[in-house]
């Protein structure tokens, strides 16, 4: 019995114990909650106290060109009218909500569940993959802050958050956001974007018409119905989604909002009448998606961009452009000009007419470039060590491929051959598709296509025999870079359009470092170039243009049924000029022969303050006179000769002779390393 008492005593004093620790424990807890209670109220009562910071103060960006001067103050065409919630669709209101944070009446400015799934994914991907901002976060992020995504924006960006919670209203928020989101295309805030969209206020804006729009601030370059349709309707798809989901629509209004074909209208752009439009377009895309520097802050953070286009040359690749295509219906042109030496974009012109196109054709990657394809075949035969003296039957042949399985018959131009034997200079100078493909069979399609690698040509080449006529497109971009890396001895530089960035404070926030590589040895380089310069002699497919060039040029035109092509260089311009149309309508012979006259008037008007350069001779070259008949050294028994350049070890070391054994004439004979300076210095006064 006295045993059973004091096991009772026990259990007795345990749960008195038991209780007493539980007491504590809830005044503990009861504590900690009022005194987090008391931190968070002085908190939130000092936040309240503190003033926000200055909103950011919206400078405009500039873009010079490479000697200072100034092409453009891109925040003239800033646009943005503010205007009160009421005056705003529900549509889009209701879209705008349920896409970026439907919770955004629930929360104080930042969204403890959505916080926490980002946290989550932040940590297992050790980076900043989620953003999970509300709408209140977005707007001081966009008013105070910059978009650098790091943990310590992150956190300003909840304090400021949380600022704006306590001393604005949820609607003077959201009126506030809907204001100033930016819509790409210069456009701030809903009226402006749906003046600009749909000709219209924002207040009378449909379903459809709501749903498409407010699914653009995702990211304006590509969800734009300017840019990308097929992008935009997807995201608007979203939007829809995101309604159905929350209650604002029925799946049926979603469905027929989603089918309803919404007409939008032209853009409209300050940037029309500016100066080098198409180049001002490019240097957006590098800086915004090469650089990652967004659009708001290209646009209005004050930037000084300094690019490498000389505002001089472009203004003469737009006359010239416009004298030769005057008033031609639909007839379009591109031309791109680069110095060899550096990469650096001097010239650019994406079209006949910006404002009624904003098509950049210099990167079109659907035009044949035709025979202006075919160095880039004899640069590979040059570097296997084929003499220019190589020659082949100009007439028409059959080239067997695929192991014999296939043929393929081409056809020079017009169906004209000489039925000769024809080398290489001849060959370039008459563009003898002929000759090209022989050369192409001998050299290997795939050793061509190395080439074109080298030189910085991306596009899709297949290695098959039409491939020596330009059959595959390729960008007026690529052919200029490739161009302008044999005219620097075979050495390819990175074409640059940005060479600085200045931010608002006037702090370099990238400098550009162009890459170079090698990409044909500079002898191979010098007697290409020299082969090129034959098409502006008589009877080559340049002469036409012959006398409007007073200065030592090589080039190769082009022509297909679509495209006219004129490429080539000095030793300070590289310059790719394209006729033709945009869509599948052949060109004209007349059409066809307005490329070479645009690359010559540019050519010279830009270099006409410059003297004269020959191209420099690299070590490794040989020059020498040939018999351009039986293709031997020029001797006495020759009835003519042609000074002709050779990497060292190709070229001839047999005379033509009459059989007397006499020594060639002075004139003819081989100059060791580089030709005679008298017989240079004379040929280079007449050219």
Same mark, same amino acid.
């Not at 901002?133 to 995504?149: D, M, P």
């Not at 390729?474 to 200029?480: D, F, I, K, N």
């Not at 006179?625 to 000769?641: F, I």
């Given at each position: 019995m006295r045993q059973r008492l004091l096991e009772e005593e026990k259990k007795s004093s345990f749960l008195i114990r038991r209780m007493i620790d539980i007491k504590r424990f809830i005044v503990f807890l009861f504590s900690a909650a009022l005194v987090l209670a008391a931190v968070l109220v002085l908190a939130f009562l000092y936040l309240r106290s503190q003033p926000l910071p200055a909103s950011s103060v919206l400078q405009s960006s500039q873009i010079f060109d490479a000697n200072g001067t100034l092409i453009s103050s891109l925040e003239t065409g800033r646009n943005q009218q503010a205007i009160s919630l009421d005056k705003i669709s529900p549509y889009l209101i209701k879209a705008t909500l349920d896409i970026e944070d439907h919770r955004f009446y629930e929360h104080p400015g930042i969204d403890p569940k959505g916080l926490l799934r980002a946290v989550v994914t932040d940590v297992r991907h050790l980076s900043m993959e989620?953003?999970?901002?509300?709408?209140?976060?977005?707007?001081?992020?966009?008013?105070?802050?910059?978009?650098?995504?790091?943990w310590t924006r992150k956190v300003k960006e909840a304090i400021y958050a949380i600022q704006l919670e306590l001393q604005y209203s949820k609607n003077q928020i959201l009126e506030r956001y809907l204001n100033q989101i930016y819509f790409g295309h210069s456009a701030y805030g809903v009226e402006a974007a749906a003046q600009m969209f749909y000709g219209k206020h924002a207040s009378d804006l449909s379903l459809a018409e709501a749903t498409l729009m407010a699914g653009v601030p995702k990211g304006p370059k590509y969800y734009s119905p300017y840019l990308n349709m097929v992008n935009a309707k997807s995201r608007q798809k979203n939007v829809l989604d995101a309604m159905v989901r929350y209650g604002d629509i029925t799946r049926q209004q979603a469905d027929e909002a989603y089918a309803e074909d919404v007409p939008i209208i032209p853009e409209e752009s300050s940037k029309q009448q500016a100066a080098?439009?198409?180049?001002?377009?490019?240097?957006?895309?590098?800086?915004?998606?090469?650089?990652?520097?967004?659009? $708001?802050?290209?646009?209005?953070?004050g930037l000084k961009i300094y690019t490498t286009l000389d505002l001089s040359?472009?203004?003469?690749?737009?006359?010239?452009?416009?004298?030769?295509?005057?008033?031609?219906?639909?007839?379009?042109?591109?031309?791109i000009a680069l110095d060899p030496r550096t990469g650096y974009i001097k010239a650019m012109v994406g079209g006949k007419n910006y404002a009624d196109n904003q098509f950049n054709r210099v990167f079109a990657e659907s035009r044949q470039p035709g025979s202006s394809f075919k160095p880039i075949v004899y640069l590979s035969a040059l570097s296997e060590n084929v003499s220019p003296l190589k020659t082949y039957m100009d007439e028409p042949t059959n080239f067997p491929y695929d192991d014999g399985k296939k043929t393929y018959t081409p056809n020079n131009y017009g169906n004209e051959y000489s039925y000769e034997m024809m080398d290489m200079r001849k060959a370039i100078s008459l563009s003898s598709n002929i000759y090209a493909v022989h050369t192409l069979m001998d050299v290997g399609p795939e050793k061509v296509i190395d080439t074109a690698r080298r030189l910085g040509i991306t596009s899709h080449l297949d290695p098959l025999p039409s491939l020596a006529l330009g059959t595959y497109p390729?960008?007026?971009?690529?052919?200029?870079a490739a161009f302008a890396s044999i005219a620097n001895q075979g050495v390819r530089v990175e074409p640059t359009a940005v060479l600085r960035i200045e931010d608002s404070r006037g702090h370099v926030i990238y400098r550009a470092h162009p890459e170079s590589h090698r990409a044909a040895e500079p002898a191979q380089a010098y007697v290409l170039t020299s082969l090129m310069e034959s098409i502006f002699e008589e009877g080559g497919t340049g002469y036409r243009v012959s006398s409007l060039l007073k200065r030592t040029v090589a080039g190769k035109t082009g022509t297909t049924d679509s495209d006219a092509w004129m490429v080539g260089f000095t030793p300070e311009l590289a310059t790719?000029?394209?006729?033709?149309?945009?869509?599948?309508?052949?060109?004209? $012979?007349?059409?066809?022969?307005?490329?070479?006259?645009?690359?010559?008037?540019?050519?010279?008007?830009?270099?006409?303050?410059?003297? $004269?350069e020959p191209f420099e001779i690299p070590e490794g070259?040989?020059?020498?006179?040939?018999? $351009?008949?039986?293709?031997?050294?020029?001797?006495?028994?020759?009835?003519?000769?042609?000074?002709?350049?050779?990497?060292?070890?190709?070229?001839?070391?047999?005379?033509?002779s009459d059989g007397s054994g006499r020594p060639p004439s002075p004139q003819g004979g081989a100059q060791s390393g580089h030709s005679n300076w008298w017989e240079d210095l004379k040929r280079w006064w007449n050219e």
């Open positions: 989620q953003g999970a901002s509300t709408i209140t976060q977005q707007l001081a992020r966009n008013l105070y802050l910059s978009h650098e995504r790091t080098a439009p198409y180049f001002r377009d490019y240097v957006r895309q590098i800086v915004t998606e090469k650089l990652q520097i967004s659009e $708001p802050v290209y646009d209005s953070g040359a472009q203004k003469i690749a737009e006359d010239e452009v416009t004298k030769q295509l005057g008033t031609s219906d639909g007839l379009q042109a591109a031309l390729v960008s007026p971009y690529e052919m200029a790719a000029v394209w006729v033709g149309y945009d869509r599948g309508r052949t060109i004209t $012979p007349v059409e066809a022969h307005k490329a070479a006259p645009i690359f010559a008037g540019f050519t010279e008007r830009t270099l006409a303050d410059l003297p $004269p070259v040989v020059t020498v006179y040939v018999d $351009p008949v039986s293709g031997k050294l020029a001797g006495s028994g020759c009835s003519e000769s042609k000074l002709e350049a050779f990497i060292a070890g190709t070229e001839p070391t047999e005379y033509c």
